[in-house]
């Protein structure tokens, strides 16, 4: 008796329907239910062929034990983004929004050998001179800025009026940027993993990192720019350029998507819901059943080969699949023996995240800090009702939607966050009036009144 599982149906709105297509890992009905996917992608083995964006197929890999295979064999598969074959042959549409987030920089992120081990190091010893009360103080005091903003309204977007914005705000200090560099800064990070003009807004943000890395060549401080140009990795002026784009844009969005899903496990979880349960507990679960970053990890295979019982050719773009290899069915009597934090949102092997401490750091704070200033804080729509924003990397809300008791804000000054767009030309200094001027000039204003 053949006793094999049936293939499960393709979800709803899959174009694999129809024979042999790729599984697509954009569009809304991929947001609305990615697990509905991974199941269907996980009847094809430990990997299965996908499409992140029109005319751009990858692999993705969405077994646990695969993964970390991949992920520790920096022998068999680079990071070098310029191996990759079909961009080099020009079947990748120079234009495509997940062309920012793949194509080759001189980061640790895209090096591989002693490359990387240099670049890497310089991050990683440079991160750590990041003083953690510091770095309390001004999450607690962005946090501050942020909910003064709209705690007098009794309602509020925790996403577009909070979670969006604090990792953007906590990078910029940590980085020692001025008014007009921040507010650019923001604008093409924003623009990039929102996919909105995203070549134009990654044109915006190197260049207003290009600005900071010649500003503080000559004005060093004591912020995370200036310690990396003093290391004795000896970075050249396009390595720091690229690095700290790496650690702005790729620090910022995953800790707006952690900050923004473990606000929506507490609003809408009963075990949190109700207060019982704690803060760090809920930032686990959600980086197991919901990690920010659901898809990524670019590798290409070195040579041809097998892996996981399938060809794959050199130059071939590979991802891991974190939500799918967290939610792995050989995982599920590991997590209920206590391995709480054996999941992949952190990625692993040499490429790991460098930064993990800091963003528990930052995201258990300003989540304190927010139900400390607003206690009764809880959602104004109906869960089933929230949209989940659509790609193939992310895994993010579009909108929180929640209410409270109104609370007079701290009447600092009179800044709205948010009140003007964040426009790639904004000024450093005095010029203008408020409302004409970045998020980051505003919160500095603030800061002053």
């Given at each position: 008796m053949d006793t094999q599982t049936p293939a499960p149906a393709p979800p709803p709105g899959c174009p694999a329907h129809a024979s042999g297509a790729r599984v697509p890992l954009h569009g809304p009905e991929f947001a609305a239910d990615p697990q509905a996917f991974y199941a269907y992608l996980r009847h094809n083995g430990p990997t299965a062929p996908v499409?992140?964006?029109?005319?751009?197929?990858?692999?993705?890999?969405?077994?646990?034990?695969?993964?970390?295979?991949?992920?520790?064999?920096?022998?068999?598969?680079?990071?070098?983004?310029?191996?990759?074959?079909?961009?080099?042959?020009?079947?990748?549409?120079?234009?495509?929004?997940?062309?920012?987030?793949?194509?080759?920089?001189?980061?640790?992120?895209?090096?591989?050998?002693?490359?990387?081990?240099?670049?890497?190091?310089?991050?990683?010893?440079?991160?750590?001179?990041?003083?953690?009360?510091?770095?309390?103080?001004?999450?607690?005091?962005?946090s501050d800025y942020l909910i003064s903003q709209f705690s007098s309204r009794g309602s509020a977007?925790?996403?577009?009026?909070?979670?969006?914005?604090?990792?953007?705000?906590?990078?910029?200090?940590?980085?020692?940027?001025?008014?007009?560099?921040?507010?650019?800064?923001?604008?093409?990070?924003?623009?990039?993993?929102?996919?909105?003009?995203?070549?134009?807004?990654?044109?915006?943000?190197?260049?207003?990192?290009?600005?900071?890395?010649?500003?503080?060549?000559?004005?060093?401080?004591?912020?995370?720019?200036?310690?990396?140009?003093?290391?004795?990795?000896?970075?050249?002026?396009?390595?720091?350029?690229?690095?700290?784009?790496?650690?702005?844009?790729?620090?910022?969005?995953?800790?707006?998507?952690?900050?923004?899903?473990?606000?929506?496990?507490?609003?809408?979880?009963?075990?949190?819901?109700?207060?019982?349960?704690?803060?760090?507990?809920?930032?686990?679960?959600?980086?197991?059943?919901?990690?920010?970053?659901?898809?990524?990890?670019?590798?290409?295979?070195?040579?041809?080969?097998?892996?996981a019982g399938e060809k794959v050719q050199a130059g071939e773009l590979m991802l891991v699949s974190f939500a799918a290899a967290n939610s792995s069915p050989a995982l599920a009597a590991a997590r209920t023996a206590g391995s709480n934090r054996s999941h992949l949102a952190w990625s692993a092997g040499p490429h790991g995240c460098p930064s993990k401490e800091p963003a528990r750091h930052i995201t258990v704070t300003a989540i304190e800090h927010l139900l400390n200033r607003l206690p009764d804080v809880e959602l104004a729509v109906p869960e089933d009702s929230l949209i989940w924003r659509p790609g193939p990397f992310n895994r993010a809300l579009a909108t929180l939607p929640s209410k409270f008791t109104p609370v007079p804000s701290s009447g600092r000054g009179d800044a709205r966050a948010g009140s003007a767009a964040t426009a790639p030309g904004a000024h450093s200094g005095g010029e203008g009036k408020d409302a004409r001027k970045g998020r980051w000039s505003q919160f500095l204003s603030w800061l002053t009144t």
């Open positions: 499409e992140l964006a029109p005319g751009v197929e990858a692999t993705l890999v969405t077994d646990y034990a695969t993964a970390l295979q991949l992920l520790q064999d920096s022998a068999s598969f680079r990071k070098d983004a310029r191996l990759w074959r079909d961009f080099n042959e020009g079947r990748i549409p120079r234009d495509s929004p997940v062309v920012p987030l793949l194509a080759y920089r001189q980061n640790c992120m895209f090096s591989d050998g002693g490359e990387h081990l240099r670049l890497r190091q310089a991050i990683t010893d440079s991160m750590a001179r990041v003083d953690s009360h510091r770095l309390a103080r001004n999450t607690e005091r962005i977007d925790l996403l577009g009026d909070y979670a969006k914005q604090l990792p953007l705000f906590v990078f910029n200090e940590l980085f020692g940027c001025p008014a007009g560099i921040g507010d650019r800064v923001l604008f093409g990070i924003s623009g990039m993993f929102d996919g909105v003009n995203a070549e134009k807004a990654t044109a915006v943000l190197f260049g207003a990192v290009q600005e900071l890395v010649t500003l503080k060549r000559s004005r060093p401080g004591e912020d995370v720019t200036s310690w990396l140009m003093q290391h004795h990795a000896n970075l050249t002026d396009q390595e720091m350029v690229d690095q700290l784009a790496l650690l702005l844009g790729a620090g910022a969005e995953p800790l707006r998507n952690l900050l923004g899903n473990t606000l929506h496990r507490l609003l809408t979880d009963d075990r949190y819901a109700d207060g019982g349960g704690l803060i760090g507990e809920a930032l686990d679960d959600t980086l197991w059943d919901n990690p920010p970053m659901s898809n990524y990890a670019p590798h290409y295979p070195a040579v041809d080969m097998e892996f």
